[in-house]
């Protein structure tokens, strides 16, 4: 049990000294990346642009359910004026980061991983190294900026179709009075509160952005390793993200 | 870039190299030269580390015990730096190409050259539709690489891994899976590379027959170690065990045809 324990804690530390030391060296390359700007904006293409879709398709749903239940839950209290003001604030200081972390690992972070592990099991990896060409400036760190610089795009992009949703269904459908629903939020959303939102979009942006270009890079070079590279960038992602979120949460209330 | 007073005839020597990975000892005080201007051949059966070996010259890993020369440089001992400066000296075509598979025939030839140059557009297309001319495939320049054979991509590989005029190329089973005709071209441009540009080539590869008609010199590795040496006319003449094994493709012999198993009958019968 407690053999178990040790080797358990050991791999831990080990995964996170292996995951802090790529991180380390991607950064280094960072520079080196920006100068060719080219590459970062087609990553920013490939995870911003390309994961529009599902984006704000699953922000207009979530703020139309968040409509739904506020109203219904308002309505016991009968403060369901405050509609607005209760589904902003949700939206933009949990569910948009959150929610947009997870659809981003779903759809961005699965691609850049089985994407890099494809390419180190067909030694296109190796072939870059053998060419003098240091993986890490030319395909790790433009994809990893590529993600940082994404998604905290996408976790605004989400929240505006989440309010617009919320506002769809609680104005448009249910009778919210329009004027008190944009005025109640205005008058309830800090800067503070858009900020919080923002610096975890930038944090769950790095850290599911670093999970997948790791995972993708220690990929074992078969089928069946980009498939679990691919799986644990998902579930590492989701687990990081929810974890990443508690503690912003707890330092910044 | 090409060094103008080569100080030993050997481009590469392998020097008592010991590598053991995973517990398991690949090999045991290897030792063999490659000779400047010509074209090895690394011969062996499957699994006797030819591809480790290749990953020894290009400095990937790092043997045991022993050294690894390239151009006088101790491999094992560069900084990342160095290497990197000497890897721009090698070129190595991989068995199934390995190109960049988001970038077309023309790009991926020139991305060498962009990445270490800053050489003007026109002067990059004109090196890079050369190298194309010589292979074959000038023609092919807009394809996409998942729009080539199996024969192509390997040629486009050639290009690109020509493309700055390396010291060294590296051939890892170039002829492995390939049509006959697409074998002859990739023959006869090993070949005309090789003494065109005056390079020395190093050909890992078990298709013995195509291998002899091409090497100057040719190593059979076995066990971890060198088991025989010379030119690919005296091998095949060569009448111990291994050699005539592995020349003539017999079945059985040193290395046994079947896996090591107990007694036959006795496992029929339990």
Redesign the interface.
């Known amino acids: 049990m407690f053999k178990a324990l040790t080797k358990l804690l050991g791999n831990a530390v080990a995964a996170f000294g292996a995951i802090t030391w790529f991180l380390l060296r991607i950064l280094s390359q960072v520079p080196r990346a920006l100068l060719r700007p080219g590459l970062v904006i087609h990553q920013i293409h490939n995870a911003g642009a390309l994961s529009l879709v599902i984006i704000m398709t699953c922000g207009l749903f979530v703020g139309m359910v968040l409509g739904l239940q506020g109203y219904d839950m308002l309505e016991r209290f009968g403060s369901e004026s405050s509609l607005g003001s209760a589904a902003a604030l949700a939206l933009v200081k949990e569910l948009g980061p959150v929610v947009a972390a997870l659809l981003f690992a779903g759809r961005a972070g699965t691609a850049l991983a089985s994407e890099i592990g494809l390419?180190r099991a067909?030694?296109?990896l190796?072939?870059?190294?053998?060419?003098?060409?240091?993986p890490f400036r030319?395909v790790v760190a433009p994809r990893f900026l590529g993600g940082v610089i994404a998604l905290p795009l996408l976790t605004m992009i989400f929240i505006a179709i989440g309010i617009f949703g919320v506002q769809l269904v609680g104005v448009q459908q249910l009778g919210v009075d329009q004027g008190t629903f944009w005025s109640q939020m205005r008058g309830s959303v800090e800067v503070d509160d858009v900020m919080q939102g923002l610096i975890k979009g930038c944090v769950f942006g790095v850290a599911c952005s670093l999970i997948a270009v790791y995972e993708g890079y220690v990929a074992e070079p078969t089928a069946e390793g980009v498939g679990r590279a691919t799986t644990r960038t998902v579930v590492n992602s989701a687990v990081m993200t929810l974890i990443l979120d508690y503690m912003i949460t707890a330092v910044m209330l | 870039m090409l060094n103008s007073s080569p100080t030993t005839p050997n481009l590469v020597e392998i020097r008592d190299v010991y590598y053991s990975v995973g517990g398991r000892d690949i090999f045991k005080g290897l030792t063999l030269n490659v000779p400047r201007g010509k074209i090895t051949a690394i011969m062996g059966p499957s699994g006797t580390g030819k591809t480790t070996l290749l990953r020894l010259i290009?400095g990937?890993i790092r043997p045991t015990r022993g050294q690894v020369l390239v151009d006088d440089q101790d491999v094992s001992k560069l900084s990342r730096r160095a290497l990197?400066?000497l890897?721009?000296r090698?070129?190595?075509l991989?068995?199934?190409g390995?190109?960049?598979?988001d970038m077309s025939v023309f790009e991926n030839v020139a991305?060498?050259v962009r990445?270490?140059t800053d050489l003007p557009e026109s002067l990059i297309r004109n090196l890079v539709l050369t190298k194309l001319q010589a292979v074959g495939l000038r023609g092919a320049y807009k394809l996409m690489p998942h729009e080539l054979s199996g024969g192509m991509a390997r040629r486009v590989a050639l290009a690109?891994a020509m493309v700055r005029d390396p010291h060294l190329l590296i051939y890892d089973e170039p002829f492995a899976g390939l049509d006959p005709i697409s074998m002859g071209v990739i023959l006869r441009l090993l070949r005309n590379v090789n003494d065109a540009l005056a390079i020395t080539s190093i050909v890992v590869s078990h298709d013995v027959d195509e291998i002899a008609q091409v090497a100057d010199l040719s190593y059979i590795l076995a066990g971890g170690k060198v088991v025989a040496s010379g030119t690919p006319k005296a091998l095949k003449e060569d009448q111990s065990g291994l050699v005539r094994q592995f020349m003539n493709g017999l079945p059985d012999g040193p290395v046994p045809f079947h896996y090591p198993a107990d007694d036959y009958f006795k496992e029929l019968l339990a």
């Open positions: 390419m067909t030694d296109q190796v072939a870059m190294e053998i060419m003098a060409v240091d030319h | 290009t990937q990197y400066a890897r721009q090698m070129g190595m991989f068995q199934n390995a190109l960049l598979t991305f060498p990445e270490h690109r």
